[in-house]
């Protein structure tokens, strides 16, 4: 089992910056696949973000690429979104999620929605006003 805690959300004005985190314990493994999703309401959950953490393999919503960067730090079994340039649109209920033993492969189709995160956080809340 893998558990996961996001933190970082709040409110922040348009332009701003946010950087959140989400912290994995329990039985991890060196090389996950993470993914950062959002649900604002009345919307459908949206991937935002997904890193391989054994390497460098990186997808981004175009919605957020060149603002956001999803990065791991696997010493602290935790990895981050840094959200720049923040847009009210970008407000959303944020979660991060984990699949162990991961590959390229295996990242890919849990980008393209194929297979299934095994492990979700509870969400943070990023709010952004104009």
């Known amino acids: 089992q893998v558990q996961l805690v996001e933190s970082g959300g709040g409110s922040v004005q348009a332009g701003g910056s946010l950087r959140l985190s989400c912290a994995a314990s329990g039985n991890t493994y060196t090389s996950s696949c993470m993914g950062w999703f959002r649900q604002a309401p009345g919307k459908e959950r949206e991937g935002v973000a997904a890193r391989y953490t054994g390497d460098s393999i990186t997808y981004y919503a175009d919605s957020v690429k060149g603002r956001f960067t999803i990065s791991p730090d696997n010493a602290k079994n935790t990895v981050y979104l840094q959200m720049n340039r923040l847009k009210p649109e970008d407000t959303a209920m944020y979660y991060c999620?984990?699949?162990?033993?991961?590959?390229?492969?295996?990242?890919?189709?849990?980008?393209?929605?194929?297979?299934?995160?095994?492990?979700w956080g509870q969400g943070t809340q990023v709010t952004v006003s104009s």
């Open positions: 999620a984990a699949d162990e033993r991961c590959s390229p492969a295996r990242l890919y189709y849990l980008w393209r929605g194929v297979v299934r995160y095994g492990y």
